[in-house]
């Protein structure tokens, strides 16, 4: 959708979506002409598209289909790749990695994906999975509401087959719930 289409909302706000049944707004996230999107799932795989293969709808439609899903799964994320970003993953039980955007083929939409992480009993599934610049840093929140901020390119970059590496130490009971991108910008404010 146009961002033009959102121009006039008022306060009690606008229709911008007509979702399904059971279905939920994971993300948005802008695009340019010419950017791809990925869309990534809690069992740990990941579908790239072009923007192009995403026709432009009104504000009331429900939507094209992006990737598809097992009846287990569900999507986590989804983002626009812009130049020179990479991929932060992390899962629930704090175990993360960054991945180029380069190891995921174009795909058209509707497919599965490719694998980007294998979860298991030590990692936990995927919790969220954001694209950063090297100077950006990102803060991740558990359950137990414990906050930790890292710089995003001390995260090594690993391979889409590796499991990842401890971000963040779980308490028991605990797991991660989220990971937000502090843009590089934003630290250079404050300094």
């Not at 009846?71 to 960054?98: F, Q, W």
């Not at 890292?150 to 889409?160: M, T, V, W």
Request: proline share 2%.
């Amino acid at each position: 959708m146009e961002l033009k289409h959102l121009e006039n909302a008022k306060k009690r706000g606008i229709l911008a979506l007509t979702l399904e049944n059971n279905d939920e707004l994971v993300a948005v996230s802008p695009v340019q002409t010419g950017d791809d999107f990925i869309m990534t799932t809690a069992t740990g795989l990941a579908l790239r598209i072009t923007e192009e293969k995403i026709r432009k709808m009104g504000r009331a439609a429900s939507g094209v289909k992006g990737i598809s899903l097992d009846d287990d799964d569900i999507c986590v994320s989804g983002n626009a790749i812009h130049k020179g970003e990479s991929l932060i993953v992390i899962t629930e039980n704090g175990i993360g990695k960054r991945l180029s955007s380069k190891q995921f083929n174009v795909k058209g939409r509707g497919g599965k994906g490719q694998i980007y992480i294998k979860p298991d009993n030590k990692t936990g599934k995927v919790v969220s999975v954001k694209t950063v610049g090297d100077k950006d840093e990102i803060m991740v929140v558990t359950t137990d509401d414990m906050t930790i901020k890292i710089k995003a390119d001390s995260i090594p970059e690993l391979g889409r087959n590796a499991k990842g590496v401890k971000i963040v130490n779980i308490s028991d009971g605990a797991r991660v719930s989220d990971l937000a991108v502090v843009p590089a910008d934003t630290n250079e404010e404050k300094k």
